[in-house]
């Protein structure tokens, strides 16, 4: 079936540094959405894109949906501690439910 | 008050053995999932329920059965466990199936088939 692919799988980066996470499709997407999980918790909804070429912020993450609607991006500046966890990108590929991404595990040293 | 919430949250039990896990969901949605997330934290989607009509079954073994008995409800029954069912099972529900409806997780049922 269709997937959607995240890269990098991990990122391990010093308290302070930038963050990215991608995620790619095959096809072309009607929204996607990205979710945040804690370690030893579960994912949260932190935001839903929808138009293309679309880029919103909320404090130091920005988010950002491709032209062609294929893929998109999270990036957070200046990382700290409490931005630990697996950020998941998830869409909708045409089955009436959410397809996730394979997630990128973030780990930031202090 | 939890919006999604399950039972059990930790769950360790012998193979062979059938388990239940029990979701309900307090936001009046229409629509809710199985969710497996596996070691390497990949979430896959089990089951999906809209007002009590299954409208997605994956490809998973028939031993996981699930039930809605109303809107709110999502069992899911495990039979004659397995070590490979050991995972992190996630209840969750939106209010429709459809595209772009934000999804709510319960906080996780943890399964280890020892």
């Known amino acids: 079936g269709q997937q959607v692919m995240q890269i990098p799988q991990y990122q391990h980066v010093q308290e302070g540094e930038d963050f990215t996470t991608y995620c790619n499709s095959s096809t072309t997407l009607s929204n996607i959405q990205w979710y945040k999980q804690r370690p030893g918790g579960h994912p949260v909804f932190l935001i839903q894109l929808v138009k293309s070429g679309e880029v919103k912020k909320q404090k130091r993450l920005t988010f950002q949906f491709g032209e062609a609607k294929k893929n998109s991006s999270l990036h957070i500046t200046a990382t700290q501690t409490t931005d630990v966890g697996t950020y998941f990108c998830a869409a909708d590929t045409g089955r009436r439910a959410l397809t996730f991404g394979s997630g990128t595990r973030l780990q930031v040293q202090p | 008050d939890t919006a999604v919430s399950q039972t059990p949250k930790y769950l360790v039990t012998q193979m062979g053995n059938d388990k239940s896990i029990k979701c309900e969901q307090n936001l009046g949605h229409d629509t809710m999932y199985w969710y497996k997330q596996d070691s390497k934290k990949f979430l896959k989607i089990m089951f999906s329920?809209?007002?009590?009509?299954?409208?997605i079954n994956e490809t998973v073994p028939n031993r996981f059965s699930p039930k809605s008995p109303d809107k709110a409800h999502l069992n899911l029954h495990i039979n004659s466990l397995e070590l490979g069912d050991s995972a992190v099972y996630f209840c969750?529900?939106?209010?429709?199936?459809?595209?772009?409806?934000?999804?709510?997780f319960g906080e996780g049922s943890w399964l280890t088939v020892v």
């Open positions: 969750a529900s939106s209010q429709v199936p459809i595209s772009g409806n934000t999804i709510y």
């Open positions: 329920y809209n007002n009590k009509e299954l409208i």
